[in-house]
Each structure stands twice: as C-alpha cells, then as structure tokens.
C-alpha cells in the first residue's frame, strides 16, 4: 500500500510563490511517475505536471514557465514550486503516483490565490 501526503498550500497574493510537497510512503519502487494534478471549483481534474523517474518532466501550457516539478528519490517526495501565481491557479492540487500500473492519490491540498 502507498500513501501520499501533500503540504504547502495556502492563501497567496498573485505574483507569490507557494511550494508544495507529496511525501509517499509504503511499498515505492524505484521506476514509478509522480504528478500534481489540480481541480478548480466547479471544473474536473487536470494534470499540471509529472516526473518520472528518470527525470522526464511535462508541464501543462498554463504554468510552463512558471511552475517547476521535482524529486527527492532518497525521500520519496516530489515538489511543485510555483511562482508568479495567478487567480487561475486556484484549486486543490494532488498528489499522484502510478506504479506497476497502480494509481495513488493524495488527499490534496488547498491553494487560494487572492488579493
């Protein structure tokens, strides 16, 4: 069993930074892909952006530039630094991770962007 646990959200001005954190733990293997989706009010879930293990990353267009997705593979944790935020980037972000065919999701973590 794999667990993910995200921190780091809050309430940002826009132009802030935020940056966010997914700690997994459990049964991990070392070829796996970790991602931060997120959910706006009222909309579906969308892919922001992922890393695999080997380092491959792919952003969604919205925060190329912007945002920035890493690993600690010694910790198990993937991070999303996110600058220049906007009101857009309001939503709940998760934490995913799939493994030998076997998706896991984090409980996600709220980032309200707001003057």
């Known amino acids: 069993q794999v667990q993910l646990v995200e921190s780091g959200g809050g309430l940002v001005q826009p132009g802030e930074s935020l940056r966010l954190s997914c700690a997994a733990s459990g049964t991990i293997f070392g070829i796996n892909t970790m991602a931060w989706y997120h959910q706006a009010p009222g909309k579906g879930r969308e892919l922001v952006a992922l890393?695999?293990?080997?380092?491959?990353?792919n952003y969604r267009d919205s925060v190329k530039g912007r945002f920035t997705i890493s690993r600690d593979n010694t910790k198990n944790t993937v991070y999303l630094e996110m600058n220049s935020l906007k009101s857009e980037d309001t939503a709940i972000y998760y934490c995913?991770?799939?493994?030998?065919?076997?998706?896991?999701w984090g409980k996600g973590t709220l980032v309200t962007v707001s003057s």
């Open positions: 995913y991770l799939i493994q030998r065919g076997i998706q896991y």
């Open positions: 890393i695999n293990s080997s380092g491959y990353t």
